[in-house]
């Protein structure tokens, strides 16, 4: 019911297409255990309405964090495993983890908005949205 509400709003909001989840997305979805409850379920969902590309949202279109949450999982018994830092304990806002991608992207493509995009995996548009958000600037 929630994730139709949100679907819907963000639809309405952005202008997408997106129906719904596939059921492979569907139960990465409901096996996550959503530690930040609401607010990261709607952060999620919005997110997936703008970087989806098609109508439906699959297992990969989705966040890798909720991806790997059932691999981790799976993965925790297994004694051998090398433990990856992380993420957290570089003490960095999610705007600024997003900002030096955006930084990086556009370095890598020199300035080349297009390529840019294409190396985050997003729409021009979408780029050039979220340049405007940190005020980043292609130097010309």
Do not use: H
Not at 108 to 115: L, T
Not at 117 to 122: E, G, N, T
């Amino acid at each position: 019911a929630l994730l139709e509400r949100f679907l819907a709003r963000y639809r309405q909001e952005r202008g997408t297409r997106i129906t719904g989840l596939t059921p492979a997305a569907m139960q990465v979805v409901e096996t996550y255990p959503w530690p930040g409850n609401i607010r990261e379920f709607q952060n999620m969902v919005e997110w997936v309405t703008i970087t989806c590309k098609g109508d439906q949202v699959d297992a990969d279109d989705l966040p890798v964090y909720l991806r790997s949450a059932r691999s981790v999982a799976n993965d925790a018994d297994q004694s051998n495993q090398a433990e990856r830092p992380s993420l957290l304990s570089y003490g960095l806002s999610v705007g600024e983890v997003e900002k030096a991608m955006l930084q990086e992207a556009l370095a890598k493509a020199r300035g080349n908005v297009s390529e840019a995009a294409r190396l985050l995996k997003v729409t021009r548009n979408t780029l050039r949205y979220r340049m405007g958000k940190y005020n980043l600037k292609v130097s010309e």
